[in-house]
């Protein structure tokens, strides 16, 4: 073992490929809602909309599954976005004020089965524009851009500045037509007399195209003036003077415009050949008046064959009594609602009617981009309700505390799931489609349906469709109904929303599931497992509570069985300082279909939870948390163990998360102790008399073995360190723990400081042990019981971050019933089990039952990282259907994955996933068992990636355009062709498309090069938009030499200007 841990060449080129067939990275694709959004966009043409974000992100959606991703080279603020209708092309405008032309580019088309397919579309960079001088400097702040304006014909771009003057760009080239530059000088002088007060015009708020008449064009300046200007005569046709100018916007016909203002008003005006000056609207109204109100930021005006035109505004509220909130209103008519949101207003949208042959608009729907998610209303409907998202849902409407994946779920919980969560959706009488759908998929179905479960601050779980590209909510499961919580006051006759609506002015309604404050923090989910076979879920939170719930398809009415667990069980000395636990109701609650609370265990002291097991074939649950773990038959509702784990001088276990009496000099005279401790360190450990057989082989193992010069030395923690007795993971297995030749049920428990208990167990009617051999006590009587078999203290006392027992074949255990239900190949029983203990610091196997070390790697010794979390994936190759491996999957506090084989724990690949600044990244990570895995790049989006060379999720879409799918000819003259896998470089830096290429031809970029040569640790820093394609993969695919001329000229790139990063 050691000599091939240690060896310097050589490498078995069979070995190579198989790995090669297995393990690829690639960060496929993001999920969620786009982290502070900050420009909104719609295609009416080709269905498609954009948002960009304050990072330089731009994100195209469509049809559920329709993606499109694009990043601009430096993370500065996207302020505008407009489509050119029906080409694919797109424009931004930058916070730097540079202007940016996108376009969406088809790759080659491709042969499945013998049929061609269409090619796959994907956003390029093609050019960028500033105009002259320079933003921020007093002298040039007058070329400063606020609005932009694309003509019908989308041969002309009109932008507007700070300064007042109109400038025109020819497109798609981005050139200057510098003889139609429109200063305020020729406006200025068709000003009345009274009007001009020696002052000018001030910014360019609003530039809006005739929709009538091509050519003509309305300019809305800051102080109020509005100018009818006719571009290709370049003269004025029409003057209209008002007040402070927020936006404009024209009726269908064109005879009318409307201007919102900054005293929350909106105005009229008429457009007439005969009079050159209108210093009065047709009529003006302040509808939340007459006290001061805000600013109304956007107007639109609809026209509805129904009768009266839609109008739709944001802001305008009472400035005194309402000026916090954030709202857009909806009129028709008599029918007025002010859409009350719980985050800012960004932008908004109709999806109408553009039809030139139709004479009236009739919006359909209404979308709304705010700070922190996307509302869709249906303005089809009687009352506008707001349509379910199939995508964008915010992740963060409470904020998440953990995640799960659970990987080819059964149809038929997948189906009761699906009806439980349109049962909570059935006050919503909406039959309408989703609008934005454009686009076609081109990925194929889903071979098996996942789930993502996320916990939540506020208490509860949402069941997320992660089979595909689209993060689609299914059901969202509530616990707070368990608990009296500060929301259980009596019903307020005045919330009610029908009441507001008749009584209060303006009529809000609360619109959108963004809600980020929580009733009560101690209903916060901190773990959970879900057992997919028998429909049992467990939810354990941070006020020490675990519940366990069955799925049940009708409403019930029932009281829930409350069982305390004292994990402390009666030591002397200690005194819990945090919260309390929450009060559980008693009496019967009511619960909707879905999960259903069975029985709540309340652990005793409240500490949060942080570790769970739950085995349904058992009745069995576990749960651990900073003072023990115990053992619970939900069943037969009795508590079976309680183990306290606690030090002596584990005071600081006693305070709590949400506590603030934590001694500051404690934790500085903890400090100290470790400076003092390190310092001594250099003089040789004296190993203690063992106490144990584990302690024996760890010692001997020790002796023997002679520190390789490349290890770093460890040194091993104190007892008496805070927080040492937090059990840190559980797990039940049905293995060799008494003897050789009888196996039952275990458990497996492992703390911070080191420990790990296993017990055998005694479950009526399972396994070989004592308890079958009773023959005079039944299975309704019998209890189960719980015996410590082994206590294992590992040397370091680096904490336990997972515990796996491996059948006789060197495989995992399969999950319960996957074994008796024929769900899975039976685990074999006949050899020797053996255990695979992961600490932080290394990676240990043990034989069964004997407790043995068998083999080991040393993580932190040999790479200078610390495991964060671990999971043992199940990879297929992608060249053969009937290979697959059991793989260990190891990231670390660096960010980094590292892929060892079972048992013999050798080191497969490595690869560089998450930044190691990104400790909320790293902590969120989670994988599937088919080699995927998601991991939190913002409060409200995940990010998809994959290690395996088979199984991928990617967006494959494709969109049908008015223009040929080539790149646009760039300025100087160069036309940017797509390569083969959709990327092309331009004189600004590097794009980066979508792979094309199948995923049997993704490979690691250090599989050419020995296990523990430098170069298979390389130094790929990949930030968390994923900047990793097939061609940078294939460079690296050669010679050592040649990497290293890639690596060095990657460097040099990234020197130049920004450079487009796509994924």
Same mark, same amino acid.
């Given at each position: 073992?050691?000599k091939?841990?240690?060896r310097?060449q050589?490498t078995?080129?069979q ?10 990275f690639?960060k496929t694709v ?7 959004p900050?420009?909104l966009?719609f ?5 498609l909309?954009a948002?960009?974000?304050?990072s330089?992100?731009i ?11 694009g ?7 996207v ?5 050119l /209708?029906?080409q ?5 405008l #930058?916070?730097?004020?540079?202007i940016?032309?996108?376009?969406l580019?088809?790759?080659p ?6 049929a061609?397919k269409?090619?796959?579309?994907t956003?390029k ?7 002259p001088g ?12 606020t609005?932009l304006?694309?003509l ?5 771009l009109?932008i507007?500045?700070?300064g ?12 200057l ?6 200063l ?6 068709r ?10 015009l001030?910014?360019?708020?609003? =530039? @809006?195209? %005739?929709?009538q008449q091509?050519?003509?064009?309305l300019?809305?300046? !800051?102080r ?5 200007w006719?571009l ?6 029409q003057l209209?003077?008002g007040?402070?100018l ?6 269908r016909?064109?005879?009318?415009f409307?201007? !919102?203002?900054?005293?929350g008003?909106?105005?009229?005006w ?27 930021n ?6 509805s064959?129904s ?5 739709l ?11 916090d ?6 009129q028709q ?11 800012r207003?960004?932008?908004f949208?109709?999806?109408? !009617? ?13 979308v ?10 249906d303005?089809?409907t009687?009352?506008?309700?707001? $349509?379910p ?5 915010p992740l963060? !409407?409470?904020a998440?505390?953990?995640s799960c ?6 149809p038929?919980l997948?189906?009761r ?14 039959h ?8 076609k998929?081109l ?13 939540h601050?506020?208490?509860?779980? &949402?069941?997320?469709d992660?089979s ?5 909510? =299914?059901?969202?499961?509530g616990?707070?109904n368990?608990?009296?919580t500060?929301c259980d006051d /009596?019903?307020?006759?005045g ?6 609506q ?5 009529p809000?309604?609360k619109?959108g ?8 923090p101690?209903?916060g989910?901190q773990?959970?497992?879900?057992c997919k076979?028998?429909?049992k ?11 366990? $719930? ?7 009415? %029932?009281?829930?069985d409350?069982?305390v667990?004292?994990l402390?069980?009666?030591r002397?000395?200690?005194t ?7 009060e ?15 029985v709540?265990v ?5 500490a949060s939870?942080?570790?769970v ?6 009745n ?6 900073s ?6 038959d939900? %069943?037969?509702r ?12 584990d005071? #600081?276990?006693?305070?709590? +998360? =949400?506590s603030?009496v934590?001694s ?6 903890q ?7 390190s ?19 760890n010692?001997?193992?020790a002796?023997q ?7 770093r ?13 937090v ?9 060799f723990l &008494?003897d050789g030749?009888?196996?039952? +049920? ?14 055998a167990l005694e ?17 309704s ?12 203290q590992l ?10 027992v491996?059948?006789?074949?060197g495989k ?8 008796s ?7 074999d029983m ?5 255990v ?5 610091e290394q ?7 004997k ?24 990879f297929s190759?992608?060249? @053969?259907e009937?290979y697959?491996?059991h ?5 670390t ?11 013999a #724990?050798?080191?497969?690949v490595?690869y560089d996933?998450i930044?190691?600044e990104?400790?909320?990244g ?10 995927q ?6 409060p409200?989006e995940?990010e ?14 494709s ?11 760039? &300025?100087?003259?160069?036309t ?7 990327? %092309?470089k331009t004189q ?20 050419d ?5 430098? =170069? ?5 820093t990949?930030?968390?938009t994923?900047e990793?394609t097939?061609?940078?993969v294939?460079?690296?695919?050669t010679?050592?030499?040649e990497?290293?001329n890639?690596?060095?000229n990657?460097?040099?790139?990234e020197g ?8």
């Amino acid at each position: 073992m050691m000599k091939f841990r240690f060896r310097r060449q050589g490498t078995d080129p069979q070995r190579e490929r198989i790995k090669q067939e297995l393990f690829a990275f690639n960060k496929t694709v993001g999920h969620g809602f786009p982290h502070q959004p900050s420009a909104l966009a719609f295609d009416p043409k080709l269905q498609l909309m954009a948002i960009g974000t304050k990072s330089g992100a731009i994100k195209i959606y469509g049809a559920p599954g329709v993606e499109f991703t694009g990043i601009h080279g430096d993370a500065t603020a996207v302020t505008q976005i407009h489509f050119l /209708p029906g080409q694919g092309r797109l424009l931004s405008l #930058l916070d730097d004020n540079t202007i940016h032309l996108w376009e969406l580019v088809a790759g080659p088309s491709r042969e499945v089965g013998g049929a061609k397919k269409e090619g796959v579309v994907t956003l390029k960079h093609v050019d960028s524009y500033s105009l002259p001088g320079r933003p921020g400097i007093e002298s040039c702040s007058a070329t400063r851009v606020t609005v932009l304006l694309l003509l019908k014909s989308c041969d002309l771009l009109c932008i507007g500045t700070e300064g007042g003057g109109v400038y025109f760009l020819e497109l798609p080239r981005l050139s200057l037509k510098e003889n139609q530059t429109l200063l305020q000088e020729p406006i200025t002088q068709r000003l009345p007399d009274d009007y001009r007060c020696g002052k000018s015009l001030g910014p360019v708020e609003s =530039l @809006q195209e %005739h929709p009538q008449q091509p050519g003509k064009i309305l300019i809305g300046y !800051s102080r109020g003036l509005v100018v009818l200007w006719d571009l290709g005569a370049g003269r004025v046709e029409q003057l209209f003077l008002g007040k402070q100018l927020e936006s404009l916007v024209w009726e269908r016909s064109g005879n009318l415009f409307v201007s !919102s203002h900054n005293d929350g008003g909106y105005s009229v005006w008429a457009v007439t050949s005969g009079n050159a000056c209108s210093p009065q609207p047709v009529s003006s109204t302040i509808p939340y008046g007459p006290f001061p109100c805000k600013a109304i930021n956007k107007i639109l005006w609809r026209t509805s064959q129904s009768g009266s035109p839609v109008l739709l505004y944001s802001g305008g509220m009472p400035r005194a009594s309402y000026g916090d909130r954030h709202c857009l209103t909806v009129q028709q008519d008599k029918e007025h609602v002010t859409l009350d949101f719980t985050s800012r207003v960004i932008d908004f949208f109709t999806v109408h !009617s553009i039809k030139p042959e139709k004479e009236f608009d009739d919006p359909s729907a209404l979308v709304v981009l705010l700070e922190e998610e996307l509302v869709v209303i249906d303005l089809q409907t009687p009352g506008w309700p707001s $349509l379910p998202t199939p995508y964008l849902a915010p992740l963060h !409407s409470s904020a998440i505390t953990c995640s799960c994946h659970i990987a080819n779920v059964p149809p038929k919980l997948w189906e009761r799931l699906i009806n439980a969560g349109k049962a909570q959706r059935g006050r919503q009488q909406t039959h309408m489609s989703w609008p934005i759908c454009g686009g076609k998929n081109l990925a194929p179905p889903p071979k098996q349906q996942e789930l993502l479960l996320t916990g939540h601050e506020d208490g509860t779980v &949402r069941f997320w469709d992660a089979s595909g590209v689209a993060l689609t909510p =299914l059901y969202k499961l509530g616990t707070a109904n368990v608990f009296h919580t500060d929301c259980d006051d /009596p019903h307020d006759p005045g919330d009610d929303p029908d009441l507001q609506q008749e009584e209060e002015w303006p009529p809000f309604r609360k619109v959108g599931c963004f809600d980020p404050y929580s009733d009560d923090p101690r209903l916060g989910i901190q773990k959970m497992s879900l057992c997919k076979y028998s429909n049992k879920l467990m939810v354990a939170g941070t006020a020490g509570q675990v519940i366990v $719930l069955g799925f049940n398809d009708e409403r019930s009415d %029932h009281s829930v069985d409350v069982s305390v667990v004292d994990l402390l069980q009666d030591r002397e000395g200690f005194t819990w300082k945090g919260h309390s636990r929450l009060e559980p109701r008693l009496k019967p609650a009511p619960f909707p279909p879905g999960f259903q609370p069975l029985v709540l265990v309340q652990c005793l002291p409240p500490a949060s939870v942080t570790a769970v097991a739950l085995h349904t074939e058992w009745n069995l649950i576990a749960f651990g948390t900073s003072h023990g773990f115990g053992l619970f038959d939900y %069943h037969r509702r009795n508590s079976v163990l309680a183990r306290c784990t606690l030090h002596p001088n584990d005071s #600081l276990a006693m305070e709590g +998360p =949400l506590s603030r009496v934590k001694s500051l000099k404690k934790s500085l005279r903890q400090s100290f102790r470790r400076i003092r401790k390190s310092r001594v360190s250099g003089k040789k450990r004296v190993i203690t008399t063992p106490t144990s057989k584990v302690q024996e082989a760890n010692a001997a193992l020790a002796e023997q073995e002679e520190v390789a010069p490349v290890q770093r030395r460890i040194e091993p923690r104190s007892a008496d360190d805070s927080l040492s007795g937090v059990v840190r993971c559980l797990c039940f297995a049905d293995t060799f723990l &008494r003897d050789g030749t009888h196996h039952g +049920p275990t458990l497996w428990a492992g703390t911070n400081s080191g420990s790990v208990y296993a017990y055998a167990l005694e479950v009526p009617g399972v396994g070989s042990g004592r308890a079958c051999e009773r023959g005079g006590a039944s299975e309704s009587s019998s209890c189960v019981e719980a015996v410590l078999g082994k206590e294992i203290q590992l040397m370091h006392r680096a904490p336990v971050v997972s515990i796996c027992v491996l059948d006789g074949r060197g495989k995992p255990l399969p999950d319960p019933y996957e074994a008796s239900q024929d769900l899975a190949i039976a685990p074999d029983m006949t050899n020797a089990h053996s255990v695979l203990i992961a600490s932080e610091e290394q990676l240990k196997v043990f034989s069964l039952p004997k407790v043995s070390a068998k083999t080991k790697f040393k993580l932190t010794a040999h790479e200078g990282c610390r495991v964060r979390k671990v999971a043992l994936v199940l990879f297929s190759s992608a060249a @053969q259907e009937d290979y697959n491996e059991h793989t260990l999957v190891c990231l670390t506090n660096l960010g980094d994955m590292h892929l060892f084989n079972i048992p013999a #724990l050798r080191p497969q690949v490595r690869y560089d996933c998450i930044r190691k600044e990104d400790i909320s990244g790293i902590a969120s990570c989670v994988f599937s068992k088919n080699g995927q895995g998601f991991y939190l790049i913002s409060p409200s989006e995940y990010e998809r990636f994959s290690l395996s060379a088979k199984v991928l999720t990617e967006p494959l879409c494709s969109v049908q355009l008015d223009r040929p799918l080539e790149l646009t000819i760039s &300025r100087d003259g160069t036309t940017m062709q797509p390569q083969a896998n959709g990327t %092309h470089k331009t004189q600004m830096g590097q794009a980066e498309g979508q792979t094309l290429e199948p995923p049997s031809s993704l490979s690691s970029p250090i599989l050419d090069t020995p296990l523990d040569s430098p =170069l298979s640790c390389a130094d790929l820093t990949l930030d968390s938009t994923g900047e990793l394609t097939v061609e940078d993969v294939r460079d690296f695919l050669t010679t050592v030499d040649e990497v290293e001329n890639n690596l060095k000229n990657m460097k040099e790139e990234e020197g130049r200007s920004p450079g487009i990063l796509i994924n």
